[in-house]
């Protein structure tokens, strides 16, 4: 026996959303890969399956909710330092994979469960989910596609994006995931 729940439409049907519906539902992704990342129980849930499907939007609430977790890594940070494998304290940075498929992630379990520092949840979100690399369905450009001309014209976000999805500089994910929050979240409010 299988039970189900309907929560609300899959993020895919928001793709050609309001801008301001979009810029409020890639603010939630990336609180949520902050939240998995980084949280008070000391406990890392990976994300290894980001797909448009895998999330979707409550129909009252317009909250972004995850529905299909069953491709979670969790990684015990309290153990990781206790244990203090090899490297267990430099910061890792996931390797942006650039594959002629939908949903790409390359990650290695080994290294997730060993780093208490880990980018992977951005990538995967920014990867797949917001950044012009992600495709889904035939379609290509990311939940953020198309932006205003003023947000377009000045840039920051596709940097921010192109960072967060394909870093350049040395930790530069981090920093990108960090600054892109702050700015999706001024520009959510500023679209309220």
């Excluded at 129980?41 to 069953?70: C, H, W």
């Excluded at 379609?139 to 394909?166: F, M, Q, V, Y």
């Amino acid at each position: 026996m299988v039970a189900v729940n309907y929560v609300g439409e899959e993020l895919w049907s928001y793709f050609n959303a309001p801008w301001e519906k979009r810029v409020d539902l890639a603010w939630q992704l990336m609180e949520i890969a902050e939240q998995l990342t980084n949280n008070d129980f000391e406990f890392a849930l990976y994300l290894l399956d980001v797909s448009f499907d895998n999330f979707a939007v409550g129909p009252r609430d317009g909250k972004v909710i995850i529905v299909d977790a069953e491709n979670v890594l969790v990684a015990d940070k309290r153990l990781i330092r206790q244990n203090k494998p090899e490297n267990w304290d430099v910061w890792y940075e996931s390797k942006f994979d650039d594959c002629d498929k939908e949903a790409c992630l390359s990650f290695s379990k080994e290294i997730l469960c060993t780093r208490v520092t880990v980018d992977h949840n951005y990538y995967a979100i920014c990867q797949n989910l917001l950044s012009r690399h992600a495709t889904w369905r035939g379609t290509s450009g990311g939940l953020l596609h198309d932006p205003p001309a003023d947000i377009a014209k000045d840039g920051r976000l596709e940097a921010l994006l192109d960072e967060c999805a394909n870093p350049k500089k040395r930790y530069g994910r981090f920093q990108a995931a960090k600054e892109l929050r702050e700015y999706l979240a001024q520009l959510s409010n500023n679209v309220r």
